[in-house]
């Protein structure tokens, strides 16, 4: 199984700034990555697919980037609803993996 | 809209067994692959198996392989979860997950909680 490292566990950030989060695979998944968000109480959501792709009514201030092993999750100017748990998924290799996860709160 | 409606919170004793459910509307449910993503309390996410409807072949998580049964229903657009024998260890948040292709999961129910206790 290919393993994601999400760093760090935890991210604390004021409302404005710039939030980077990271997924490192143990192996090469090109870009078959997503990330997604939960919040307390909620299923997670689909943010990010193909590593960079915003999914749909995602914010444009979410970016994803990366290939290969290393990838990154930007959010450029943190909102109040964006204080959440964030999960990388890897799809490149069967069984698909998550990582588990980083918490970004104020 | 996609919608992935599950059924409610169930508590049993070990030992028991269960089936929860997941309901599909809003695409053609014959087309897509779906299935189950288990969340243990305060940990990460683990994708258990999925089922493609049209001729029911399923995939499962090795770890997962003959500890849960997935099924579907193509009169009632509907996926099923079930255990034989439940455990303590069973208890958890079950997402129904709707995958995109061989890929990622782009739709998610709503959750329902397992809670295995004497």
């Known amino acids: 199984e290919i393993v994601l490292t999400q760093s760090p566990a935890t991210l604390s950030v004021s409302p404005g700034e710039r939030a980077t989060l990271s997924c490192r695979a143990s192996?090469?998944?090109?870009?078959?990555l997503a990330w997604y968000q939960q919040k307390p109480g909620q299923a997670p959501r689909l943010l990010i697919s193909?590593?960079?792709t915003r999914a749909t009514d995602i914010p444009a201030r979410f970016s994803g980037g990366g290939f290969g092993t290393d990838f990154t999750l930007t959010i450029s100017s943190l909102q109040s609803e964006d204080f959440a748990l964030y999960y990388c998924l890897q799809y490149s290799l069967w069984p698909q993996t998550f990582g588990l996860g980083t918490k970004v709160e104020i | 809209e996609v919608e992935l409606v599950q059924s409610g919170a169930e508590v049993k004793k070990p030992g028991e067994s269960l089936r929860i459910s997941c309901q599909a509307s809003?695409?053609?449910?014959?087309?897509?692959?779906i299935g189950w993503v288990r969340q243990m309390p305060g940990n990460g996410l683990e994708w258990m198996g999925v089922?493609?409807?049209?001729?029911?072949?399923?995939e499962y998580r090795p770890s997962f392989q003959g500890q849960v049964t997935i099924s579907a229903d193509t009169s009632t657009d509907t996926i099923y979860l079930q255990w034989s024998s439940l455990k303590a260890s069973d208890t958890a948040i079950y997402y129904c997950?709707?995958?995109?292709?061989?890929?990622?999961?782009?739709?998610w129910g709503q959750g329902t909680l397992v809670t295995v206790s004497p």
């Open positions: 997950v709707r995958r995109f292709g061989s890929s990622w999961f782009d739709f």
């Open positions: 809003g695409y053609v449910f014959t087309s897509y692959w």
């Open positions: 089922i493609f409807p049209r001729d029911s072949d399923i």
């Open positions: 192996q090469g998944i090109h870009t078959n």
């Open positions: 193909g590593a960079s």
